[in-house]
């Protein structure tokens, strides 16, 4: 049975490490449902997390692989519902939005006006993908031009202890 997961892969940076760290989930025939990879600030280490539903039984061999990836220091996996996990979303009204009384829901979910156009307003919010949806809800209707969101992010330490070792066997 497939369950939601979030996996944290840190590694060192270079050209093409999404592109075979996909390669490999895609050659196993799983769904990414998203992907953000983003520096740290240890300048030469990226960490990427990946959102996906897949059984444990593929689980488990899908770290071990990318765990031999001569760049990743750590892949590790949790359920979605076990870690901390945000997202920013963007969402484009129209500008007389905020000329109705369903305008004071940005201060309550702590939104932000973050452009203003002639015809409409660009609003973003970031937080749990429950938090997320009960914004949209509130928002949904006439003046909800567009909803975009961004990928995953969860909460994890940038270099475990057992990371040490790889680290400095890098750097020598």
């Known amino acids: 049975m497939n369950e939601h997961y979030v996996i944290t892969i840190k590694a060192d940076n270079r050209p093409g490490l999404v592109h075979l760290i996909t390669g490999m989930i895609n050659r196993k025939l799983i769904d990414?449902?998203?992907l953000n990879a983003a520096k740290t600030d240890i300048s030469s280490i990226v960490l990427i997390t990946i959102e996906l539903n897949v059984s444990e039984k593929a689980l488990t061999p899908?770290?071990?692989?990318l765990e031999?990836?001569?760049?990743?220091?750590?892949?590790e996996a949790l359920k979605v519902d076990k870690v901390i996990c945000h997202r920013s979303a963007f969402f484009k009204m129209s500008r007389s939005f905020l000329e109705t009384p369903n305008a004071l829901v940005l201060q309550k979910y702590g939104a932000a006006i973050v452009n203003l156009y002639k015809d409409a307003i660009l609003i973003c919010k970031s937080g749990s993908e429950a938090e997320l949806q009960n914004f949209y809800n509130q928002l949904e209707g006439s003046h909800?031009?567009?909803f975009s969101q961004t990928g995953l992010i969860?909460?994890?330490?940038?270099?475990e202890n057992s990371d040490?070792?790889?680290i400095s066997k890098l750097a020598a």
């Not at 899908?62 to 692989?65: A, P, Q």
């Not at 969860?154 to 270099?159: A, D, G, M, T, V």
């Open 32 to 34: 990414i449902e998203s």
């Open 62 to 65: 899908l770290l071990l692989k």
């Open 68 to 75: 031999n990836i001569i760049e990743v220091y750590a892949a």
């Open 144 to 146: 909800l031009l567009g």
């Open 154 to 159: 969860s909460e994890s330490k940038l270099i």
């Open 164 to 166: 040490e070792w790889r």
